[in-house]
């Protein structure tokens, strides 16, 4: 550890950083049998543990995993960068794609929960769409969005933003549902509107427009493209490099410097 610690700080130093804004050192004194002797704890910053992980021994598995990570966060990054300068109609059917994905993957959650029947599904689809669109029921939003053929779903009809809060809310339903082990089709309906309001709020903290408030494009995703024909980098069968691969989030137990960005977790993304 003190060697790729050292090259760490060499790294931190040449490129112009303030070693101490990213490696903040504790010494303490702890008990060795009948002596004493100082022990140096670091709280780092993101920076840091990027600088420790890159210099450190990749047969060990621990750092493997951790330059793993980094790869995969740096590559995240890139293809945020390329989504943000996309036009529209492409955002739009990248994040149709993705909705059909998580949908699913709530399904899934719904039914171990014990949403079994495609009527009690709707109703509990619906709990979720109450809590983020102010009370509106799937049908309501219909309504609202001007569709007058059942066959027009109204996911077809949101645009890039829309879809956005919606993929966040079926996302974090579907964690809750699975974290706390939901049971029962009372308790999900529930979850599913809670999380939805809780969206609802944070667009509304941030001074973000309701989704029942912006504009419905004018065509169906359907007219724009097909979202089967797009990979959305979300779950654990991404892109990223090309062909699919697991990705998962380094995990570890350094402290952050308080206001500093930060880094180990233990999610899955």
Known sequence: MEPSLEHAKKACRESGQGIS????????????GATSKPREDYRLSRYACYLIVMNADSSKPVVALGQTYFAVQTRRQEIADELAVLPEEQK?????????????????????????????????QDHGYMGLYGGLRE????????????????????????????????????????????????????????????VRQTIEEVGGTMPEDLPTPEKSILMVGSPKALTYVSGRDERLWGSPMPCWLFSGSVETIPGAPFILSDREF
Request: charged share 30%.
């Open 92 to 124: 739009r059917l990248i994040l149709r794609s993705e909705m059909a994905v998580l949908n699913a993957r709530l399904a899934e959650a719904a039914q171990q929960a014990g949403v079994i029947e495609p009527f009690d599904f709707a109703i509990f």
């Open 139 to 198: 049908n309501d939003i219909h309504v609202r969005k001007g569709l007058t053929s059942d066959k027009q779903k109204i996911l077809d009809y949101m645009g890039s933003d829309e879809l956005a809060a919606n993929a966040f809310r079926t996302s974090l339903a579907r964690q809750k549902l699975e974290r706390e082990q939901i049971h029962g089709k009372d308790k999900a309906n529930r979850t599913h509107y809670q999380v939805g309001r809780k």
């Open 21 to 32: 804004a990213h490696f903040n050192v504790d010494v303490k004194i702890v008990k060795a």
